[in-house]
Nanobody
């Protein structure tokens, strides 16, 4: 059974930092594209950052230079380092793994940034 479990969310003031982690079990995440998505209240889910199986990363324009996605192959985890957080970063953040017809999601972790 494939499981993605997010952790590291919480409340922080604007300008602060958080580090999200996604623990993956049931698959070797190194062979999958891994991504972090977020969904703010009343808005559609959007891609925040992704890392391909070969290590190429891409980011939403709104987080470039502030967020960094990385993976730890030995621990089978994917992390999202979030710096200089803004109130508009407030959302539920979801971990995703994708390969061909396989698509897995975690249940999400809440990030709340106050001004």
């Amino acid at each position: 059974q494939v499981q993605l479990v997010e952790s590291g969310g919480g409340s922080v003031q604007a300008g602060g930092s958080l580090r999200l982690s996604c623990a993956v079990s049931g698959i070797f995440s190194r062979f999958y594209a891994m991504g972090w998505y977020r969904q703010a209240p009343g808005k559609q889910r959007e891609l925040v950052a992704a890392i391909a199986s070969i290590g190429i990363t891409n980011y939403a324009e709104s987080v470039k230079g502030r967020f960094t996605i990385s993976r730890d192959i030995s621990k089978n985890t994917v992390s999202l380092q979030m710096n200089s957080l803004k109130p508009e970063d407030t959302a539920v953040y979801y971990c995703n793994s994708n390969r061909n017809n396989e698509d897995y999601w975690g249940k999400g972790t809440l990030v709340n940034v106050s001004s």
